[in-house]
């Protein structure tokens, strides 16, 4: 779907007739001489084409420069006087007394509401200029999946709207590289966009079986400038990445981890909604920078559920069954290796059974061996619960650990993921940069 967007072009169209076969013969080198020979000779004929044969087409000559007035210069064959003789080398007539092709810019999406100028310049070779101020509102396409470090290419059409290829024919009166040149020497805003390059195509568009239009297209390649979006969005939202990154440096048993990264979620989604006005509303495709934002937002939240899920298992391991032996195998042993934790060697307890001599008779009960035996007994049971209550049981151990190795995968994860983040933006934008500059050079080496 086409996107509308309004965009000041100032535009320069150089126009270039031929037809009358008569020069003027002024009597005295006056005004009033000079206007008496142009109401004789060519104001009478503002209502037909200015050629000395209906059959022959009207070649127009059509070039722009984006600065902010709309120019017209043609030229009436034939028509000259002698500027000493009739005393001015170039004089203002009014608009209505000149024939005036209708040139128009089909992608024009608005009224022309800029101001009218009722005069234009008649020069003593025949040649009319018409300037005039003109406000293009245009339609332009826009691909915005690199935003903000796109290249928009919007084009403009000029041709006759009545008259057909056999009447009127356009061509180009400078070149693509001059056009672009001169635009670029006299283009003062420093917006939003940067003209890039210019280009042109001469075309017949054919509306009827017989008949066809005579059109030339320019195509105007704006650059859009990132330092805005680069400085107001990225840069804060890999400083809230890069905070939430070190955060996995905080230890969960000790530190409530899950209130600061909640804290974290919640300035991040403020500042989104801050900078939403920054980001484009519309285009056939979603942005690159809108995905970054979406997964930055997405891996917040999912180290807070992982920091939930870590400080549940620090706190009530105890409390679950065993570990499933494929989520042990799949966690312990495979995840372990990629976040860089060597898996525990299990240690085994050695139980040691003194029996009683049996080749001998049984000694005689002793009152004191008894007691110590009881005694013995009743140590080995507290030092069993005292390790079962400070080390952990096996499944509680095994659950530790699988949040250890999750909260390093996570962090890994992280880590990637601002890399290849940074990697990406840096290329598209030292890509679109060098095809600027390398398309600009080009230009003026042609």
């Known amino acids: 779907m086409a996107e509308r967007k309004i965009t000041d072009l100032i535009l320069i169209c150089f126009t270039l007739l031929q037809g009358l076969e008569a020069s003027l013969n002024c009597t005295s080198p006056t005004p009033q001489a000079l206007l008496k020979e142009l109401e ?71 009224e022309d509401k800029s101001p009218k100028t009722p005069y234009v310049y008649l020069s003593s070779t025949g040649g009319v200029l018409d300037d005039r101020p003109l406000k293009v509102v245009s339609s332009c396409q826009l691909g915005i999946y690199t935003f903000p470090f796109d290249v928009q290419n919007c084009s403009l059409t000029l041709g006759s709207y009545v008259h057909f290829d056999t009447d009127i024919t356009v061509s180009l009166r400078n070149t693509a590289e001059d056009i672009f040149k001169e635009s670029r020497d006299v283009m003062e805003t420093n917006g939003e966009w940067e003209l890039s390059n210019i280009t042109t195509v001469i075309s017949s568009l054919e509306t009827l079986e017989t008949e066809n239009y005579s059109e030339i297209k320019f195509f105007i390649i704006l650059r859009r400038r990132p330092t805005l979006y680069v400085v107001n969005l990225l840069i804060p939202s890999c400083f809230l990445i890069t905070v939430d990154l070190f955060s996995f440096l905080l230890p969960p048993q000790s530190v409530d981890r899950s209130s600061f990264k909640m804290t974290l979620i919640l300035g991040y989604t403020v500042f989104l909604l801050i900078m939403n006005d920054l980001l484009p509303t519309t285009g056939e495709t979603t942005p690159l920078i809108n995905v970054f934002f979406s997964i930055s937002l997405a891996l917040m939240v999912a180290s807070l559920l992982e920091t939930v899920f870590i400080t549940n298992i620090q706190f009530s391991s105890s409390q679950y069954s065993a570990v499933p032996h494929w989520l042990s195998v799949l966690v312990l042993r495979y995840l372990a290796v990629v976040a860089c934790i060597p898996p525990k060697k299990k240690s085994n307890r050695t ?96």
């Open 40 to 110: 004789k000779n060519l104001f009478p004929n503002n209502l037909v084409r200015p050629v000395a044969d209906f059959s022959d087409p009207l070649d127009i000559r059509i070039g722009i420069t984006v600065v902010g007035v709309l120019g017209v210069e043609w030229n009436i064959s034939g028509l000259s006087w002698d500027a000493e003789k009739c005393g001015a080398h170039r004089v203002s007539v009014p608009r209505e007394k000149l024939w005036v092709p209708d040139i128009y810019i089909s992608e024009l999406t608005d």
């Open 351 to 446: 139980t040691v059974l003194f029996n009683r001599n049996s080749e001998g008779a049984a000694p005689p009960p002793d009152p004191a061996l008894d007691e110590l035996r009881k005694l013995s007994r009743d140590l080995t049971a507290i030092r069993l619960q005292m390790d079962k209550h400070f080390q952990g049981s096996k499944a509680s151990q095994e659950w530790q650990m699988i949040g250890i190795v999750i909260d390093r995968l996570l962090f890994g994860l992280y880590i990637v993921f601002i890399l290849a983040s940074f990697i990406t933006i840096m290329s598209i934008w030292i890509w679109n940069n060098t095809y600027m500059y390398t398309s600009l050079i080009w230009a003026l080496i042609r």
